[in-house]
């Protein structure tokens, strides 16, 4: 098989990729070793930055999410006894969008099979050759043929576990790493959000978030330790815990039915470069932030607007500038991204050994970005996502 662009992973990134290379009328074959609804089912974040979304709809696939999708003006930001709104419109005149991660992915598998090819259920994905100008993808398809696909170009977009960033020789690699002392454990609930909109609380006992998917259903998450087993945490302890640290004088907490419970660790991390030879990484598969500041998969989408950018630069016109300049482009984001999501994270959770020192002063921390408006703004532009570089 030969095409001009061969796309490891149909995650938001590889996918989003093929979608703006197909309307640049330029040919990709996306390679996925899950199965269709595997992908499609999995549970992952839920805010859009809403240069995202302008992105998505300019792209043609923001249909369903300008229907469903809801427009956040703000977030919640509390402690014991106290909830202060950070008003996004006032402070930087953008808004944030809630639409699953799961949604976007479904959107985008449509429109990726009505584009072009898109092989699920794959095995032994190896990128060779992409020190030469003819890179290739080797895989086992889903009827067990060995196949090999010749490419211009490859896009390692197969997430945190995926193959492309081993391809880049070691010795090249630099990885910046940091796991943190705690995890989120997340709920999907049947019942309708108790906010307007998303919780970020302090707690003595731990963060809690209280966020939504849609009017009838809740997404919320606790703060626990990462050796905990989901089986520890039984619904009503879920709620208890969520109630408590989100506890309000006048404010309940509305519970439901629990549709699903995970827990997820919390890292960062940074892999540079992000291209070697022939081959480029974009989203997960090179870095990795914290949920807090909400900035995973917006970050894929950013990696991906300014690496279909390069390819399509060099597909039609040979230029190479943008390729040679795309490293280094992502890398000052995901940067930006990974400090924004590292402090809200070390603003918002208590670590194993803090001291009442430590509490006072994110304490403190969360009084000056709830009543001062230039710290405020900062926390606003970022979280809304600042505009893209290129
Ligand atoms: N061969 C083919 N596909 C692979 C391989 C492989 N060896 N390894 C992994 N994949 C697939 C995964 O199954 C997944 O579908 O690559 C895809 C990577 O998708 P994501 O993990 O969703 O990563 P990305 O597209 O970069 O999106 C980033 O997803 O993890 C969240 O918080 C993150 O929101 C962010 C977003
Ligand atoms: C979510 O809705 O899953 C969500 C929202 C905000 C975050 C993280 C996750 O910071």
Request: overall charge negative.
């Amino acid at each position: 098989m030969r095409t001009q662009v061969g796309i490891i992973g149909a995650g938001p990134a590889g996918l989003l990729l093929a979608r703006l290379l197909a309307n640049a009328g330029i040919d990709s074959v996306v390679v996925e070793n899950r199965s269709r609804e595997y992908v499609e089912a999995r549970i992952r974040a839920g805010v859009l930055e809403q240069q995202t979304v302008d992105l998505l709809t300019e792209a043609g696939v923001g249909d369903r999410l300008q229907r469903q999708g809801l427009r956040h003006d703000g977030i919640y930001l509390q402690w014991p006894g106290e909830r202060h709104r950070i008003d996004f419109p006032a402070l930087c005149d953008r808004s944030v969008w809630v639409y699953g991660q799961t949604e976007v992915v479904k959107d985008l598998v449509n429109a990726r099979l009505a584009d072009g090819p898109l092989f699920f259920d794959i095995s032994d994905t190896a990128v060779v050759d992409v020190e030469t100008d003819r890179p290739k993808v080797t895989f086992t398809d889903a009827d067990g043929v060995a196949r090999v696909l010749e490419c211009d170009v490859v896009a390692g977009c197969d997430g945190f576990h995926g193959v492309s960033r081993q391809a880049i020789p070691e010795a090249l690699r630099t990885t910046f790493e940091r796991v943190y002392p705690f995890a989120w454990l997340g709920i999907l609930a049947d019942v309708e959000p108790s906010t307007d909109e998303l919780i970020y609380a302090w707690h003595p006992d731990g963060f809690a978030l209280h966020s939504m998917r849609s009017p009838t259903v809740s997404r919320l998450y606790v703060q626990v330790d990462p050796s905990e087993k989901v089986e520890d945490w039984s619904d009503d302890r879920v709620w208890d815990a969520l109630a408590t640290r989100m506890a309000l004088p006048g404010w309940t907490l509305r519970s439901g039915p629990v549709t699903e419970k995970s827990i997820t660790p919390m890292r960062s991390f940074v892999s540079g470069p992000m291209r070697h030879g022939r081959l480029f990484l974009a989203g997960d598969a090179a870095h990795i932030v914290p949920p807090t500041g909400a900035k995973g998969l917006n970050l894929a989408v950013a990696d991906v607007k300014v690496l279909a950018e390069a390819i399509t630069a060099f597909a039609k016109e040979q230029r190479t500038d943008l390729l040679d300049a795309y490293s280094d482009t992502a890398t000052r984001r995901v940067w930006r991204a990974t400090h924004f999501s590292w402090w809200m994270t070390s603003m918002l959770h208590r670590s194993p050994g803090s001291d009442p020192f430590d509490d006072q002063l994110q304490l403190s921390q969360l009084r000056y970005v709830s009543t001062s408006e230039r710290a405020a703004a900062s926390l606003a532009e970022n979280y809304t996502g600042l505009p893209y570089t290129t």
